[in-house]
């Protein structure tokens, strides 16, 4: 039985508590959060689950084996770090650091004491993710031309990260695990409308060494919610829409077909190839479940992690240069492509 010490109780919190409670081979030990009126709706929703305010009582305490941390960025590199010196398994919430160096230094001390460090990228353990990833593996969709996607609400405005290290975070991290090619670069563009707040609407372009593009849409300030992501390749399409409550995923059999001489626009034909559209079931468990038992049986098995530090790692990175590029508005930042191969 591996005991979880889960550190914050604020918005993502619960959710961590409540699904590591569910996963065979798990259970909740104890829950730190400095908010007395958090700590007590732990003790009512979780009768016998110890509760503190001190976080270090879960990391010093010999009975717990992995600590959860579900707290403010800037705050994760010392928690985990913490806790990875304790002898102490880490699961740690999206983004992994504030920076690409102390995400290595982690990384670092994790392999040096055959830890496992997780790092909760969420939607790549949904079923809609998995399968775009399993069409791609396939070939289903040919050579790979571009990532386009959406992700906008209104709110929730936060004074420590702009929405990229909010929600841009979340296509990265789809992007790592669905595409096997890595960017190369990033151009940034975006603004703030809240004196004294990072950027709450910002684009992002990255660019591959193929011909392929990827672009990300991220807005605090829309009036609707969008959950929305095209991938688009040689053979087929997808449509991922992460809002419908049915079909997220839709393969469409569409796209064109360049016959003649490529060189010449005037002596190319194109053809336009209209198909079938269809659904392809999905995994239907909750991600953050399956996240959860996926962490148990890696450190019980001494698996690596789908997530691990590296794949986080490789979106700070990108994280770190999309910021650059915005303070530098718009110059396209060159990320090290050696170190963006993906592994899992």
């Known amino acids: 039985m591996l005991n979880v010490g889960v550190i914050g109780y604020g918005y993502w919190g619960p959710n961590l508590v409540r699904n590591f409670s569910l996963v065979e081979g798990a259970r909740v030990f104890g829950v730190a959060d400095r908010d007395s009126q958090r700590l007590r709706a732990v003790e009512t929703r979780h009768p016998g689950v ?54 290595k230094r982690l990384i670092d001390e994790a392999e040096k004491r055959s830890l496992v460090l997780h790092v909760d990228h969420t939607f790549v353990y949904t079923g809609a993710v ?22 906008v609400n209104l709110g929730l405005f936060q004074q420590d990260v702009s929405v990229i290290w ?59 919610k969008v959950r929305r992501t095209f991938v688009g390749g040689s053979k087929r399409m997808i ?49 953050l479940q399956s996240e959860a038992a996926h962490f148990v049986r890696c450190v019980a098995g001494g698996e690596r992690p789908i997530t691990d530090g590296h794949a986080g790692l490789r979106v700070v990175r990108i ?12 110059r396209s930042v060159w990320l090290d492509s050696k170190k963006m191969v993906r592994t899992a």
Do not use: C
């Open 50 to 103: 110890e509760v503190t305010s001190d976080p270090q009582e879960l990391i010093a305490n010999p009975a717990v084996d992995a600590i959860v941390i579900a707290t403010p960025v800037s705050t994760h590199y010392d928690l985990a770090l913490r806790a990875l010196i304790a002898g102490k398994h880490v699961f740690v919430e999206k983004p992994l650091t504030q920076t690409s160096e102390q995400g």
């Open 130 to 151: 998995r399968k775009m990833r399993q069409l791609v593996d396939g070939g289903e969709l040919g050579d790979l031309y571009y990532y386009d996607s959406v992700r």
């Open 166 to 224: 909010d929600l841009a975070v979340h296509d990265l991290a789809i992007m790592d695990y669905v595409f096997p090619e890595k960017p190369v670069a990033v151009s940034t563009t975006g603004v703030e409308h809240v004196v004294g707040n990072p950027a709450d609407i910002a684009y992002l372009t990255l660019f591959f060494d193929s011909r392929a593009l990827a672009h990300v849409h991220v807005n605090w300030l829309a009036p609707v």
């Open 239 to 287: 449509v991922y829409d992460d809002v419908e409550p049915s079909e997220k995923v839709k393969v469409y059999d569409k796209g064109i077909t360049v016959n003649g001489n490529k060189e010449s626009l005037y002596e190319a034909l194109v053809s336009y190839r209209m198909g079938d559209m269809w659904a392809p079931r999905l995994e239907t468990i909750e991600a």
């Open 319 to 330: 994280l770190e240069a999309a910021t650059r590029s915005l303070q530098e508005r718009g």
